[in-house]
Each structure stands twice: as C-alpha cells, then as structure tokens.
C-alpha cells in the first residue's frame, strides 16, 4: 500500500468548529511535516516533529513513530484556514519525504 | 516563511519540446529537492541535491530530465522532451541538511504540455 496515506480526502467546517486530520504509515517513520498549500500553490510549513506534540496558536500537532501516525487538529476554524493540507514523512533510513494525498478543507462561515 | 524562489511561475510548451524551470534555495541551504505534484495532488520526488552532486534521483528523472544545481547559479530541472503526462505543478524545496530538518518550498512553477 501507500507508505503515508492521509484522511479525509475533504473536510468542510463551519468558522468556529474543531477537527482533526490524521496521517498513518505503512512503516516507521523518523520524522513528520505538515503543509498547508494556499491558492498560489506554495506549501507553507505548519508543523516539523520528529517526536511527540508542538502546539501553535489554534493548530496542534502529533507525531507517534512507534503506532505509525500523526495528527494535525485545527482549533476554532477561521475562514482562512481553507486551503489544502499534506502530510509528509522521512523514512528512517533517511531517505526524501513522501507526501499523503492532501486533506481539502473548506471553512464556511 | 520561505524564501525559495522559482521561475517561471507558469510555461506552456508543445509536446515535443524543452521545459526548463529554475529555483534560488534559500541562502545557506545546501541541500535541493525537486517534486512534481500532479492534478491529483500526488506528489512524486525526482531528485535531490546536496550542493552540486546529486544524491539520489527516480529513473524518469534520469532518463528524461537534466537538472543541476551549480555554484553561485540557480539551480535548474529540464525536461529534455515534453509529454502531454508532465502536466504539473513542479515544486522546488530547500533544506539545512540533508536529513532530519524541515523543507522549505517556493510556489513551483506550473507546466502545461499542449
């Protein structure tokens, strides 16, 4: 199967709502980045973990190496947090990151 | 945020023909990666640089692409022959080291193949 596959494929949220987007891995992974690409196609760093949980502002992310997933959690939605998120892992023998298939989320007010 | 910088933001090219795109890493990243990110939003690695020398590269890219990143120039993926399938959004990523650290993406350059 695919090494990173990524869930949803789409996601729509009311402004003010929660929700979570969860990357699994068919193998252990070394580390986890998450994107979010806005309209002009550029991927805009969100997360870096190679461990455990960082926190910025109303997003929250989780990477755990051992189960093999990682989360993104969006807190109290904002219309411009529409775009499409992409996971992307490090294999640990250290090859180049491999993307899921990307989470299109649209925040309606 | 990312100071990776690509051009052309777009080209169109006749199937057949040369496509060249170009990017700037960011001042003090060694290491380059080139994806191509397809209509689907599947992304596929092409190749990867640390300074000058390839470290690791797809067969495609082997057979069909010529890339470089030479010193104090941009570097620069080449498609040698345009066909209708490399259609895509091709980004460019730099990085501190060549593992183990976060990439950094400029905003790609989107071939059509007409």
């Known amino acids: 199967g695919m090494p990173v596959e990524q869930n949803p494929p789409a996601l729509s949220l009311y402004e003010g709502a929660d929700s979570g987007l969860r990357c699994n891995f068919s193998?252990?992974?070394?580390?986890v980045q998450w994107f979010q690409q806005n309209h002009r196609g550029r991927l805009i760093t969100l997360f870096y973990?190679?461990?455990g949980t960082k926190e910025n502002g109303r997003l929250k992310s989780t990477f755990n190496s051992k189960e093999r997933y990682s989360t993104l959690h969006i807190k109290d939605a904002q219309l411009e947090d529409s775009g499409t998120y992409f996971c992307?892992?490090?294999?640990?023998?250290?090859?180049?990151?491999?993307f899921g298939t990307g989470t299109k989320l649209q925040v309606v007010p | 945020n990312s100071k990776v910088i690509q051009t052309p933001r777009y080209l169109v090219k006749g199937q057949g023909q040369k496509a060249k795109m170009r990017c700037i890493p960011e001042k003090g990243h060694p290491v380059v990666f080139w994806y191509q990110q397809n209509k689907n939003n599947e992304f596929k690695f092409l190749i990867n640089?640390?300074?000058?020398?390839?470290?690791?590269q797809i067969d495609m890219t082997e057979k069909r692409f010529s890339a470089e990143c030479p010193s104090n120039s941009p570097c620069s993926l080449e498609i040698q022959s345009s066909e209708a399938g490399d259609s895509a959004l091709y980004l460019c990523?730099?990085?501190?080291?060549?593992?183990?650290?976060?990439?950094?993406f400029g905003e790609g350059s989107r071939l059509i193949v007409v």
């Open positions: 990523a730099s990085s501190p080291t060549y593992s183990g650290n976060t990439l950094y």
């Open positions: 992307a892992a490090e294999g640990n023998s250290g090859t180049y990151q491999r």
């Open positions: 193998t252990t992974m070394k580390s």
């Open positions: 640089f640390q300074n000058q020398e390839v470290l690791q």
């Open positions: 973990l190679a461990q």
